[in-house]
């Protein structure tokens, strides 16, 4: 317990004890004094039990003023409360699961496919690695996949682990129709989510000022835009006025053949075109050849997408003085009591 005196200052004061028993000394001089010429009379007289305990009353005063200067100088606990506040960051997490994702490739040493490297690296950069990606604790984050078609595996949440099992579960579609790309799709409606859970969260505290405070969209591809209703410009343009950030991250194709020279493999990533978009919204596009690249990309924009935590604290006081006045108002009326003769001349 963190204790502590508001007015420590008062127990200056208990350099006043030492004149009770003083006066009272002086006191009791006057009340018992009697000159005798016979000394051994008295003597067998005897003294009375009340006399004998004559010590009690100024010993009770005493008490009492000690514990009303512990009263007075408010013993108080400190409680100090601290608390966090990190300004809301809201972040779409976008991966491609078209049909160029099913390929073959190395990552962390072993072979497995792109999608399954994508989504071991998404998982981490939402929990953390323990190296490079710290996880984003607190933070809204969404999942949308696409192919041919945009898809909301998970809208915008807090509850992770929720969110985890939603990127295990992502899969190649079946269908060759759903295999295409649809990139402009899966911008604008990770676009919408966001805008749509602001709206909500304004609705929410009744306060139309409400800004997230940084809205984000992670977009991973390996291909072109090929499919759906809308451009990746297009969706870049509503990003922008919404003030969200995009985020693109392209796989390339580049595989080595067996003569040691360069090949490209499938459809491309236009990486021109990706880096316009993401810069148009102030986000930025990386490339990678290697699936081992991609957790020191994210963890790049886990860095841009970080807002300091503002703690504040506040100290309240827990009273512990009330015990201290009430001993002091009882010793002071039993010893006034003691004094006045309450506790009755006993022989």
């Known amino acids: ?70 009263a007075l100088a408010r013993p108080r606990e400190t409680i100090t409360d601290s608390k966090s506040q990190q300004d809301a960051i809201a972040i779409q997490l976008v991966v491609d699961r078209s049909g160029s994702m099913k390929k073959a490739a190395m990552f962390e040493g072993t072979t497995t496919t792109r999608l399954e490297a994508v989504k071991k690296v998404v998982e981490e950069f939402v929990l953390g690695d323990g190296d490079q990606l710290k996880g984003r604790p607190g933070d809204l984050l969404g999942l949308i996949v696409f192919g041919t078609y945009a898809d909301t595996m998970m809208p915008l949440t807090q509850s992770h682990d929720v969110l985890v099992d939603a990127i295990r579960r992502v899969e190649l579609p079946r269908q060759q129709s759903e295999q295409s790309t649809a990139i402009g799709d899966a911008l604008v409606l990770a676009c919408a989510r966001l805008k749509a859970s602001e709206d909500s969260m304004k609705l929410d505290l009744d306060d139309q000022d409400f800004e997230i405070k940084s809205k984000a969209i992670i977009l991973l591809t390996d291909g072109e835009n090929q499919a759906g209703d809308y451009s990746p410009d297009q969706a870049a343009r509503l990003a922008a006025d919404w003030g969200i950030t995009i985020y693109i991250i392209g796989i390339r194709g580049q595989t080595k053949n067996p003569f040691g020279f360069g090949m490209r493999m499938g459809q491309e990533v236009n990486e021109n075109r990706m880096a316009a978009v993401a810069e148009h919204t102030g986000g930025g596009f990386w490339a990678v050849e290697s699936l081992d690249d991609l957790a020191g990309v994210y963890a790049t924009i886990d860095e841009l997408e970080r807002t300091e935590v503002q703690i504040s604290e506040t100290t309240r006081y827990k009273e512990l003085y009330h015990p201290f006045a009430v001993a002091c108002l009882g010793l002071l009326g039993f010893g006034y009591l003691w004094r006045l003769g309450a506790g009755g001349e006993i022989a």
Request: proline letters at 6%.
């Open 1 to 70: 317990m963190n204790a502590e005196f508001a007015y420590p200052w008062v127990f200056w004061f208990a350099t006043a004890i030492p004149f009770i028993w003083i006066v009272e000394l002086i006191n009791d001089r006057r009340r018992h004094g009697v000159a005798s010429s016979v000394p051994t009379r008295l003597a067998a007289a005897g003294s009375s039990l009340r006399i004998r305990l004559r010590w009690i009353s100024p010993l009770l005063l005493s008490a009492g003023l000690l514990a009303g200067l512990f």
